[in-house]
């Protein structure tokens, strides 16, 4: 019996503008069977996406199939025409893709364009499944009315799990997931993998999985292939290839994955913080919130303090508040209360109030250089604005410096010439970086800098930065949801939850002891690159639940006491939680003791 889908000999060449034709996929050959989870994993540019495209009968422009067929059952899906290939997908064929908040329409209702589906390949009503039903399965609050909602009314994580239902409702029989977690928090992506692993027990769905994440592949892949520059390097079980890797790239693969945090030591400065020496930056009692006085506030009385040469990492789930205060610190939101300084001056609240000089000492770099670089303009032109703007160079010390930048960066000087949209993911985010260094900043805020990029290239992104933390003086205020590279980089940490810090201090106590409930179920869903891990973190029903509810901003009491596995009902949901010192600056905002929250019986 022939597999559902199969791959043979696929040959795909891109063309960029005004260059010559180059392979991109070779020779490529795979199947995949029914209820079988196929992971394709490389880094940026080994044609992972461009071959999952190739089962939707897709070539992106610029493209072309050079040769090889796919086939769906009997069907080459390559030589179908426009109108055969519209019926294909969604139909047979579905596609989820990273960013469910880019794919939905904002203007309609999630019900709206979920039965959409169905209305377009007239899926006749008695074969449709009841929205509710598909919702309650996957674990949706609220199914008989979550469907009524707009896309921003819904968190990211039931987005992405609606994403999924939207490419069920037409009872495919490929499902093609596109990096479906890489933008989640570990809370959130718990909840995803789970609904991935239940529409495939559910409807023996093929899936097809790409992704860069071993961590992730090893919870839902039966198999992995391996790729790198279009060419298959390694494939086998998923045990086999984590567990025993054959291929030199494989190991490397496998050798970037930063260990899940939780030991000692795991993240040392070679800067100590002086504690007399004034900080850098301050945030003291920031209030702020969207939709100006009537706005609930989405930032309550956060204080911030950011030394010279130090990495002060701020994490917390989505919603949590992390890039509210980036914002707030950048005078892209005033605060309705309390104060920024900048050594020891206060800056004012509006970016527009803010003298240049000021301007140039904070400095952003953003999470998806994709659109937070001009792709109109060179290299050159990108780098050169802003020595042009905070330094008023000429265009031959521009020159010289952009050469000077570039090599900071560890990019060549012929670059330059180039545009972002002939750049890789981790070439475009070092020129993100060196867009920042350009303006001679004290404080660079990182805002999610990596979570859009393959882990190698995600681990030389940030070990460049380390180094520019070191030789150049920097302050970084590093934004993630993403734990393990937290503890590879962090000198201390500031944990979030419905925007209050509930837990801070340095780095290495956080994750050789962390105290608040909140930080140690975040540890807790770090996923380990092991079969079986999944398993086992859904096996807790209670703490299943426990992540499945959204980030809740409470009037009164603590925010996390809907969650919190240790709360005690009287006296959580009604009064706020004192400060509880542990010495040394690590402090954590709980009603339990000290005592009892450095318990071991306390640890999720």
């Given at each position: 019996?022939?597999?559902?889908?199969?791959?043979?000999?696929?040959?795909?060449?891109?063309?960029?503008?005004?260059?010559?034709?180059?392979?991109?996929?070779?020779?490529?050959?795979?199947?995949?069977?029914?209820?079988?989870?196929?992971?394709?994993?490389?880094?940026?540019?080994?044609?992972?996406?461009?071959?999952?495209?190739?089962?939707?009968?897709?070539?992106?422009?610029?493209?072309?199939?050079?040769?090889?067929?796919?086939?769906?059952?009997?069907?080459?899906?390559?030589?179908?025409?426009?109108?055969?290939?519209?019926?294909?997908?969604?139909?047979?064929?579905?596609?989820?893709?990273?960013?469910?908040?880019?794919?939905?329409?904002?203007?309609?209702?999630?019900?709206?364009?979920?039965?959409?589906?169905?209305?377009?390949?007239?899926?006749?009503?008695?074969?449709?499944?009841?929205?509710?039903?598909?919702?309650?399965?996957?674990?949706?609050?609220?199914?008989?009315?979550?469907?009524?909602?707009?896309?921003?009314?819904?968190?990211?994580?039931?987005?992405?799990?609606?994403?999924?239902?939207?490419?069920?409702?037409?009872?495919?029989?490929?499902?093609?997931?596109?990096?479906?977690?890489?933008?989640?928090?570990?809370?959130?992506?718990?909840?995803?993998?789970?609904?991935?692993?239940?529409?495939?027990?559910?409807?023996?769905?093929?899936?097809?999985?790409?992704?860069?994440?071993?961590?992730?592949?090893?919870?839902?892949?039966?198999?992995?292939?391996?790729?790198?520059?279009?060419?298959?390097?390694?494939q086998g079980s998923t045990d086999a290839v984590i567990g025993q890797p054959?291929?030199?790239?494989?190991?490397?693969?496998?050798?970037?994955?930063?260990?899940?945090?939780?030991?000692?030591?795991?993240?040392?400065?070679?800067?100590?913080?002086?504690?007399?020496?004034?900080?850098?930056?301050?945030?003291?009692?920031?209030?702020?919130?969207?939709?100006?006085?009537?706005?609930?506030?989405?930032?309550?009385?956060?204080?911030?303090?950011?030394?010279?040469?130090?990495?002060?990492?701020?994490?917390?789930?989505?919603?949590?508040?992390?890039?509210?205060?980036?914002?707030?610190?950048?005078?892209?939101l005033p605060p309705r209360t309390g104060s920024v300084r900048l050594q020891?001056?206060?800056?004012?609240?509006?970016?527009?109030?803010?003298?240049?000089?000021?301007?140039?000492?904070?400095?952003?770099?953003?999470?998806?250089?994709?659109?937070?670089?001009?792709?109109?303009?060179?290299?050159?032109?990108?780098?050169?604005?802003?020595?042009?703007?905070?330094?008023?160079?000429?265009?031959?010390?521009?020159?010289?410096?952009?050469?000077?930048?570039?090599?900071?960066?560890?990019?060549?000087?012929?670059?330059?010439?180039?545009?972002?949209?002939?750049?890789?993911?981790?070439?475009?985010?070092?020129?993100?970086?060196?867009?920042?260094?350009?303006?001679?900043?004290?404080?660079?805020?990182?805002?999610?800098?990596?979570?859009?990029?393959?882990?190698?290239?995600?681990?030389?992104?940030?070990?460049?930065?380390?180094?520019?933390?070191?030789?150049?003086?920097?302050?970084?205020?590093?934004?993630?949801?993403?734990?393990?590279?937290?503890?590879?980089?962090?000198?201390?940490?500031?944990?979030?939850?419905?925007?209050?810090?509930?837990?801070?201090?340095?780095?290495?106590?956080?994750?050789?002891?962390?105290?608040?409930?909140?930080?140690?179920?975040?540890?807790?869903?770090?996923?380990?690159?092991?079969?079986?891990?999944?398993?086992?973190?859904?096996?807790?029903?209670?703490?299943?639940?426990?992540?499945?509810?959204?980030?809740?901003?409470?009037?009164?009491?603590?925010?996390?006491?809907?969650?919190?596995?240790?709360?005690?009902?009287?006296?959580?949901?009604?009064?706020?939680?004192?400060?509880?010192?542990?010495?040394?600056?690590?402090?954590?905002?709980?009603?339990?003791?000290?005592?009892?929250?450095?318990?071991?019986?306390?640890?999720?």
């Amino acid at each position: 019996m022939s597999a559902l889908l199969r791959f043979e000999g696929l040959s795909i060449e891109g063309c960029p503008p005004g260059g010559a034709w180059q392979t991109i996929v070779r020779d490529f050959n795979q199947t995949v069977d029914r209820g079988e989870v196929v992971a394709l994993i490389g880094e940026s540019g080994a044609g992972k996406s461009t071959i999952a495209h190739a089962a939707l009968g897709y070539v992106r422009p610029g493209c072309r199939v050079a040769a090889g067929r796919v086939f769906l059952s009997d069907m080459d899906v390559l030589s179908l025409d426009v109108v055969a290939k519209r019926a294909l997908r969604g139909r047979r064929v579905a596609y989820v893709a990273q960013s469910a908040a880019a794919a939905f329409n904002p203007a309609l209702t999630i019900e709206s364009q979920i039965n959409e589906i169905a209305e377009v390949h007239r899926i006749p009503s008695a074969e449709r499944t009841p929205l509710p039903q598909i919702f309650r399965r996957l674990g949706l609050p609220d199914p008989d009315r979550i469907g009524r909602r707009y896309p921003h009314q819904v968190s990211g994580g039931q987005l992405q799990r609606l994403m999924i239902a939207m490419a069920m409702s037409g009872r495919p029989d490929v499902l093609v997931l596109d990096e479906p977690t890489t933008a989640l928090d570990v809370t959130t992506q718990i909840e995803v993998l789970a609904t991935i692993r239940e529409v495939i027990r559910d409807r023996g769905t093929a899936v097809i999985y790409v992704s860069h994440d071993l961590a992730v592949v090893a919870q839902v892949a039966d198999r992995i292939v391996v790729l790198l520059k279009g060419d298959l390097v390694e494939q086998g079980s998923t045990d086999a290839v984590i567990g025993q890797p054959r291929a030199d790239y494989t190991r490397r693969l496998i050798g970037a994955v930063r260990p899940r945090p939780g030991i000692a030591g795991t993240s040392a400065s070679i800067i100590e913080p002086t504690p007399d020496a004034a900080p850098i930056l301050e945030c003291d009692g920031i209030v702020a919130a969207y939709g100006g006085a009537s706005g609930i506030p989405v930032l309550h009385d956060v204080v911030l303090r950011v030394d010279a040469r130090r990495v002060v990492a701020v994490v917390g789930e989505s919603g949590s508040g992390k890039s509210t205060l980036a914002r707030v610190i950048a005078g892209l939101l005033p605060p309705r209360t309390g104060s920024v300084r900048l050594q020891g001056q206060p800056l004012p609240a509006s970016v527009s109030a803010r003298q240049r000089d000021t301007l140039r000492r904070v400095q952003i770099v953003f999470q998806m250089p994709d659109t937070s670089l001009n792709h109109r303009q060179s290299i050159a032109t990108i780098l050169g604005r802003p020595l042009q703007f905070y330094f008023g160079m000429d265009e031959a010390g521009r020159c010289r410096r952009v050469a000077e930048l570039l090599d900071m960066v560890e990019m060549p000087a012929d670059l330059a010439r180039r545009y972002p949209g002939e750049l890789s993911g981790g070439q475009k985010q070092r020129i993100g970086i060196a867009r920042a260094l350009a303006a001679e900043p004290d404080v660079v805020l990182c805002d999610e800098v990596t979570s859009s990029l393959d882990t190698i290239v995600g681990a030389a992104v940030l070990e460049l930065m380390m180094r520019l933390k070191q030789s150049l003086g920097i302050a970084y205020v590093y934004i993630s949801h993403d734990l393990s590279t937290v503890a590879a980089v962090a000198d201390d940490i500031v944990v979030f939850y419905a925007g209050r810090v509930v837990e801070s201090g340095r780095a290495e106590a956080i994750f050789r002891a962390p105290m608040h409930p909140y930080t140690r179920m975040l540890l807790s869903c770090v996923p380990e690159m092991r079969r079986g891990w999944l398993d086992e973190r859904l096996a807790l029903r209670d703490d299943a639940q426990r992540l499945s509810r959204s980030v809740t901003f409470a009037a009164e009491g603590c925010a996390f006491a809907d969650r919190c596995a240790v709360a005690i009902p009287d006296l959580c949901r009604r009064v706020a939680p004192p400060r509880r010192d542990f010495g040394e600056g690590h402090v954590a905002i709980c009603h339990r003791e000290a005592r009892e929250l450095a318990s071991s019986l306390l640890i999720a």
